[in-house]
């Protein structure tokens, strides 16, 4: 398709989906019982709210099946001709998408050097959790969401494997693997976290919740596998070493990790004769999503092998410029990472941040997601330099910072040669990922013939997506993994 065909091809897609909306966004009611919005948005829940689950709806109580508080107005699957039909509630309320400015055309670069398939070097079996336990941890996490019973009992492993860095060096990689106990075979499930911070003490897999709860990781992977998924969930590259740095928001390397530690739990249940399927689904909330798309977008070069199925956003933030225009919260993270990995010839703390954020920034960084909200707050006029903060309103950081917008768009991820099926999960409320940055996510794929089903959940902030949409989420793969249709909102452009 020539450059003036995608041109007509993307104006007639917008005017499409400005005018029919409602015909192809799968949408849930509003719930009175949902989460209020934070006054203050942050990376996982922590400082501006309470460092624990929102109290349930009601009181639980398990029947046969699962939860019994379920929301009554959720809309249901229906099976009509056997295709799932997405039931729409008659008095859902729809937004038309604003006409929005040309994605950046940098191609996305990827170093075609990758790792064995047999890449896990140790493997150490911590726990066992029962599925009394198990539940425990899915009702600490979903608090009063919905969501279904354990099914298997749990142990918890922790391995190491070989992965990539910059340059094709190669460093050890770290991961949680929460594998399900009985006949299987299992479905993989990659789990890649949300922000928690680029030094080293913070680690997703060093989260203690009863500490600090960056998103309360246990809980939403226990609950998986729980359901019979074998979940690993790796740190990010830079973590786990006390020299390193965790470059944020650098595509290759978190797609790297993200790739190689599913040839791990491969590995890992040859070793220990765990039966898995020959599909894995990749999900991964906020950061995670822009990790999980990033690896697909070079899974045909580096890890062409993996029978992956599907990926699973929540509240994905897969757009560079629209972290650090949305979030000055996380902004000086990425720019003391690109810092450090690209040179300050491309991004200069001293051009890009207030003087005294640039200067305390080589301390400052240390600290975990958590802080970082008070510390440094949401108002990006009191955060970054002018002249960035005045390029990020006007959407002019190409001319003005062209270096550091060459970097920040070779890092935007979901663009690659790639066409799983992809469910995008969004809150309706959320201010870290406002939806029209996930509705753009929507078009892009739809543009790109990816098969994608778009969910906004009404009255639904960033930090609560995944808990509000487990069943849905289970749902969605079922229907995948059966060979099924499944509500596919590109099918009407």
């Given at each position: ?9 993307k104006?007639?897609?917008?005017g ?5 909306i ?10 009175n019982?949902a989460?209020?919005e ?5 990376e996982?829940q922590v400082?501006?709210e309470?460092e ?5 709806a009601?009181n ?5 099946e699962?939860i019994?508080s379920?929301?009554s107005n ?9 295709r799932?039909?997405?039931?729409v509630?008659?008095?859902s309320?729809f937004?038309?998408?604003e006409?929005?400015?040309e ?7 990827s ?5 064995s ?6 493997s150490?079996?911590l726990?066992t959790f029962n599925v009394?336990?198990v539940d425990?941890?899915a ?5 009063g969401y919905?969501?279904?019973r ?20 190669d ?10 106990i009985g ?5 993989i499930?990659?789990s890649?976290?949300?922000?928690t911070?680029i030094?080293d003490?913070c680690?997703?897999?060093?989260e203690?919740?009863?500490?600090s ?7 939403y992977?226990?609950a ?11 740190d990010y590259?830079?973590?786990n ?6 470059h944020?928001?650098?595509?290759d390397l978190?797609?790297?990790v993200?790739l190689?530690?599913?040839?791990a739990i ?14 894995i689904y990749?999900?991964?909330y ?9 690896a697909a ?13 599907g ?7 897969n757009?560079t410029?629209?972290?650090?225009k949305f979030?000055?919260n ?10 450090d ?8 703390a001293d051009k ?12 400052d960084?240390?600290?975990c997601?958590?802080k970082?909200g008070?510390?440094y ?7 970054y330099?002018?002249?960035l903060?005045?390029s ?6 190409a001319?003005d910072f062209p270096q550091?917008?060459e970097a ?8 690659g ?6 469910l995008?999960?969004?809150g309706?409320?959320?201010?870290i990922t406002?939806?029209e940055?996930?509705r753009?996510l929507l ?13 906004e959940?009404?009255s ?5 997506t995944?808990q509000?949409s ?5 749902t ?6 059966s060979?099924?249709?499944?509500p ?6």
């Amino acid at each position: 398709m020539d450059t003036s065909s995608q041109t007509n091809y993307k104006a007639i897609l917008i005017g499409a989906m400005s005018i029919g909306i409602a015909s192809i966004f799968y949408f849930l009611p509003t719930d009175n019982n949902a989460s209020p919005e934070i006054n203050q948005p942050i990376e996982n829940q922590v400082s501006a709210e309470s460092e624990t689950m929102p109290e349930p709806a009601g009181n639980l109580t398990f029947n046969s099946e699962s939860i019994a508080s379920e929301d009554s107005n959720q809309p249901q699957l229906e099976v009509e001709d056997d295709r799932i039909i997405p039931a729409v509630p008659e008095d859902s309320e729809f937004r038309a998408i604003e006409i929005i400015a040309e994605e950046p055309s940098v191609e996305t670069v990827s170093n075609n050097s990758r790792t064995s398939d047999v890449v896990l070097l140790s493997s150490k079996k911590l726990e066992t959790f029962n599925v009394a336990q198990v539940d425990t941890f899915a009702r600490r996490f979903y608090g009063g969401y919905p969501y279904e019973r354990a099914k298997n009992s749990v142990e918890k492993w922790e391995i190491t494997f070989n992965t990539k860095h910059e340059n094709n060096e190669d460093i050890t990689g770290n991961a949680l693997v929460y594998m399900p106990i009985g006949d299987g075979p299992f479905p993989i499930l990659g789990s890649a976290a949300g922000t928690t911070g680029i030094d080293d003490a913070c680690a997703p897999s060093r989260e203690n919740v009863n500490v600090s709860n960056w998103g309360d990781y246990e809980g939403y992977h226990a609950a998986f596998a729980g359901q019979g998924y074998a979940v690993v969930f790796p740190d990010y590259s830079g973590f786990n070493d006390t020299d390193g740095l965790h470059h944020y928001f650098v595509a290759d390397l978190q797609a790297k990790v993200v790739l190689d530690s599913l040839k791990a739990i491969r590995n890992l249940a040859a070793q220990i004769n765990i039966p898995l399927q020959e599909k894995i689904y990749l999900s991964g909330y906020s950061q995670g999503a822009h990790s999980i798309l990033a690896a697909a977008d070079i899974y045909k070069t580096y890890a062409p092998n993996l029978p992956i199925a599907g990926l699973i956003t929540y509240g994905a933030a897969n757009h560079t410029v629209d972290l650090l225009k949305f979030n000055s919260n996380l902004g000086p993270y990425l720019i003391y990472a690109y810092q450090d990995l690209y040179g300050k010839e491309v991004a200069d703390a001293d051009k890009l941040l207030l003087p005294r954020f640039a200067r305390s920034l080589i301390t400052d960084h240390k600290q975990c997601v958590g802080k970082v909200g008070n510390f440094y707050g949401y108002d990006g006029s009191k955060v970054y330099s002018p002249e960035l903060w005045n390029s990020l309103s006007n959407g002019t950081v190409a001319t003005d910072f062209p270096q550091f917008y060459e970097a920040l768009a070779r890092n935007i991820s979901g663009y690659g040669d790639w066409n799983f099926p992809t469910l995008i999960l969004q809150g309706a409320t959320d201010r870290i990922t406002p939806p029209e940055q996930n509705r753009r996510l929507l078009e892009r794929l739809c543009v790109d013939q990816k098969p994608t089903t778009y969910r906004e959940l009404a009255s639904t902030s960033h930090v609560y997506t995944r808990q509000r949409s487990f069943k849905d989420t289970l749902t969605w793969i079922d229907a995948v993994n059966s060979g099924e249709n499944f509500p596919n909102s590109c099918a009407t452009l």
